[in-house]
């Protein structure tokens, strides 16, 4: 079966940053695409960033120029740097990617910027 774990998550305050790891398990081949989302409770899921495993990115308006998502193609994991935090930030961070045409969805770290 194929994993997706999360870790990394924590507390930061505002301007603080965090790092934020997923790795793959249950894969032979790196997966196309591996994407970052968040959610609030209560709130609809939004995307984060998103990496092919070719490394082109793409970062959602929000975030770009603070956070930087990298990919590991040989371990089948995705990073994301975040710098600059807001307490807007804060959100369950899940990380998601596709193989064999399928999606699969980690179980998500929380992230909580605060004074």
Do not use: H
């Amino acid at each position: 079966q194929v994993q997706l774990v999360e870790s990394g998550g924590g507390s930061a305050q505002p301007g603080g940053s965090l790092r934020l790891s997923c790795a793959a398990t249950g894969l032979k081949s790196a997966m196309v695409i591996m994407r970052w989302y968040r959610q609030v409770p209560g709130e609809v899921r939004e995307f984060v960033a998103a990496a092919r495993s070719d490394n082109g990115t793409l970062y959602a308006n929000s975030v770009k120029g603070r956070f930087t998502i990298s990919r590991d193609n040989k371990k089948n994991a995705v990073y994301l740097e975040m710098n600059s935090l807001k307490p807007e930030d804060t959100a369950g961070y899940y990380c998601e990617g596709w193989a064999a045409e399928r999606e699969y969805w980690g179980q998500g770290t929380q992230v909580t910027v605060s004074s």
